[in-house]
């Protein structure tokens, strides 16, 4: 089938509009309240004026490995609500207990799925970049990495439904989910790019205008630690509506390109 981008967002965007008292409920429970949580208690570090990039760099991997401890249970957290969430915008019409009840289930099949692709990509990539390297040729070397990115970024497009497959369609095999995304992809590949990419940025576009406006609006009027507090709570719910419209989207598309086989 023939993928319609236009189709794909009137229909996600009315899908939130119809449902937005509960999809608010719980990507506030499932995506809110961690992604707050994680904000308030590990900030991550200023980095300061002038530092070099080795030693900004430095600090920036210093502090992911330092807050893996709290990454790992707001991650979970997350793919449960989003798998929830996608159990909840289907045909059938589930209650919430049940919504959240198939996201728990699909929650293990899930993170495989997601190990076995990383695992697999991460395998593929290191050999090409390593054939590459051994050319010592940088202009080869450069060339193949970039390759292998892009190749890496079209993976995740032509996988990108696989949660849906696993909540939706009830697939709690790893491959074979992975392997029905990639067929119910074929072909749409690149407009599926297209249309994540431009979602993905003008959401991040809103979430800093918006950041920015609110910091300058309340600078002068709250005490330096408020305004940061302030400050986190609107880029944790702005993150949570980004979340949310990618969820509503994924369902979406899931219920285009799966057609009358979807949620079987």
Known sequence: ????SNRAWQQATVAIAANREVLFALSGVFFLVPLLAL?????PPAIPAGLAEEAAM?????????????FIPVSITIWAGALALLALLTARRPTVGEAIRTGLIALLPCIAARLVLGLAAGILGSVVVGLAGATRSAAISGATVAAVLVALLYLEVRTSLTPAVIAIDGVRNPIEALSRSWRLTAG????????????????????QIVQILVGVALALLLPAPILKMVLAVVSATLASSLMLIFIAVLASVHAQLAGPDAAK
Not at 1 to 4: I, K
Not at 39 to 43: C, Y
Not at 58 to 70: F, I, R
């Open 188 to 207: 749409s590949g690149l407009r599926l790019s297209v249309f994540y990419a431009l979602i993905a940025v003008a959401g991040m576009i809103v979430i």
């Open 1 to 4: 089938m023939r993928f319609d």
């Open 39 to 43: 904000a308030l208690l590990v900030p």
């Open 58 to 70: 430095k600090l920036v991997l210093s502090y992911y490995a330092d807050t893996v401890p709290y």
